[in-house]
């Protein structure tokens, strides 16, 4: 089901034109109405008209988390205080706060990418949406609520917390769709079964749209056998818009991106060249249509990849992968990228091999060298030396397989890597010179 089908299944050739316009007024814009832009266009020697084909972006400098805190609070914003409608800002655990702000019509357009995947997950004006992301200054609650509002359904405006409150009402009140992180869609799925409830059978819950934190495939699982639920991965970040930048469809394959409002580009996080389609690398989005708070080229740290081919859903807004990592967590290994979640995804595939894990990486000649350090659960008959040979085996062919790196594995009794204050360090990156 379509939210905007006139969008969502438009023509590539019609939707890059779109881009295109877009992209020529905002660059034009963020020129004469942010110092920040004038100044970094100018050291780069770029001007607004050099914007002649998408791929012109490439000249224009990034953004980065950095450049929005030094423009704290409002030096990155396009429009004055009379068209800011509201304003939402990042925690700021780690550093002054990234500061936010939105117009009406950047409200509208946020509720209407929202809206787009409450359709995909068959939620219309018929539907009831439970909204139990935190409210306040964090994107969650008012982005998932005003997608709700846009799409016409019922709202129910729960916040976090108070969960058993949270499964009743979801049970009473006939809840159709579930907006919250995962990890809290599991807390509200356990309470209501040590309530006594059976949510799979007994809820008329059907989709939880989850995000704004990683899910693990098994995870993912969990959530939806204790709910009866498909799980609909949601991406967004609050410096970009807020949960509905992207979204996967019901085939749950990738996040469509909102092609008509954010326009993707996946760098190397090294060398800052966008990589072909396809390959991993850091996500970066320029914001096509925010009028308060647009963005040029600003670097996520979200390591994830373009998924190519057609979706069968019918969208044809191009697919981004689930995201695998941060760029602070990426280990170049003999020139190739790559994440601590990507070996880990390999690992939870052996049911024969625990969670626990340790990448160790050292140099042997002038090549870099990886040995993985894993632990069998504890019921593996460990002294069956031809078993132990098969699984090291297939682990280090599941490993080359999918990293294309070539990994030494060693597996070791249950509690044999160390751990620190309770939890395992799990890179040892001992290579000579700079990596
Ligand atoms: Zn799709």
Not at 38 to 53: C, L, N, R, T
Not at 135 to 152: P, W
Not at 208 to 213: C, D, F, N, Q, S
Not at 273 to 293: A, N, R, Y
């Amino acid at each position: 089901m379509f939210y905007q089908p006139e969008l969502e299944t438009m023509p590539r050739e019609e939707l890059e034109k779109l881009q295109l316009d877009r992209l020529k007024k905002l660059v034009k814009r963020v020129y004469e109405r942010i110092p920040f832009y004038k100044e970094s266009f100018d050291k780069a020697g770029v001007k607004p008209e050099d914007i002649q084909s998408l791929e012109d972006l490439q000249k224009f400098p990034f953004t980065t988390k950095q450049d929005l805190r030094d423009a704290y609070p409002f030096k990155m914003f396009a429009v004055g205080r009379d068209e800011v409608a509201r304003i939402h800002c990042s925690s700021g655990t780690t550093g002054t706060a990234t500061v936010v702000g939105y117009t009406k019509n950047d409200l509208d357009v946020w509720g209407d990418c929202f809206a787009r995947f409450l359709y995909a997950a068959d939620c219309d004006e018929n539907a009831a949406i439970q909204v139990a992301y935190g409210y306040g200054l964090f994107t969650g609650g008012l982005g998932a609520h005003q997608g709700g509002e846009n799409a016409g359904c019922t709202v129910l405006p729960m916040s976090t917390g108070n969960t058993k409150r949270q499964a009743r009402l979801m049970h009473d009140f006939e809840v159709d769709c579930l907006c919250c992180t995962p990890s809290y869609a599991l807390n509200i799925a356990d309470v209501a079964i040590e309530m006594g409830y059976n949510p799979a059978e007994e809820f008329k819950v059907h989709a939880g749209i989850l995000g704004a934190e990683p899910c693990s495939e098994a995870m993912r699982k969990d959530i939806e056998t204790k709910l009866g639920i498909q799980v609909f991965d949601i991406y967004g970040l609050s410096e970009v818009m807020g949960p509905g930048v992207a979204c996967e469809c019901e085939k749950q394959n990738g996040l469509h991106v909102c092609e008509d409002h954010f326009l993707v580009e996946v760098v190397d996080p090294r060398t800052l060249q966008p990589v072909p389609d396809g390959e991993w690398g850091e996500v970066v989005f320029t914001t096509l249509s925010k009028e308060c708070s647009p963005l040029i080229r600003y670097r996520t740290r979200d390591i994830s990849r373009i998924i190519t081919g057609e979706c069968e859903c019918g969208r044809t807004f191009r697919r981004m992968d689930r995201i695998a990592g941060r760029t602070d967590d990426m280990m170049i290994i003999r020139g190739v990228n790559v994440f601590p979640s990507q070996i880990e995804e390999e690992i939870v595939s052996f049911p024969e091999i625990a969670a626990q894990y340790q990448i160790i990486l050292t140099t042997k000649g002038t090549l870099d060298h990886v040995e993985l350090l894993v632990e069998t659960v504890p019921d593996f008959p460990f002294d069956e030396v031809r078993r132990l040979e098969q699984l090291k085996k297939d682990l280090q062919k599941a490993l080359k397989d999918n990293l294309q790196v070539a990994v030494d594995v060693k597996i070791v009794e249950p509690k044999t890597i160390e751990r620190s204050e309770g939890k395992a360090v799990r890179i040892v990156d001992l290579r000579e010179g700079l990596h």
